[in-house]
């Protein structure tokens, strides 16, 4: 009779045992999956991060471009106005020639 009770308590025993080994497997196929949910999740962030990356170096690569050109046509404008300003002196100090013997 006592080695049957010690049976028992070693069949209840691994009963336990084998109950908590099922549920750490279970758990562990859950880690698993969120796992490999996250690791997808992180390579679409990834791509994502990329593309954005990529998107910005051709936006600052359009703004120095911008930026350049903007420069030359201030340059230009300032060029232009210098010019208007010397014809407007020389024009209204002098007369056309056509109008000087009349």
Do not use: C, W
């Amino acid at each position: 009779m006592a080695h049957v009770s010690r049976l028992e308590g070693i069949h209840g025993n691994l009963l336990t045992e084998n109950e908590e080994l099922r549920q750490a497997a279970l758990d562990g196929i859950e880690i698993a999956k969120a796992v490999q949910d996250l690791t997808r999740e992180r390579e679409l962030l990834s791509q994502d991060l990329q593309d954005r990356a990529s998107t910005i170096k051709r936006l600052i690569e359009d703004n120095n471009t911008l930026a350049f050109r903007l420069n030359v046509a201030q340059k230009e404008a300032e060029q232009l106005e210098e010019l208007n300003r010397e014809a407007g002196r020389s024009g209204s100090n002098s007369r056309p020639e056509r109008d000087r013997y009349y």
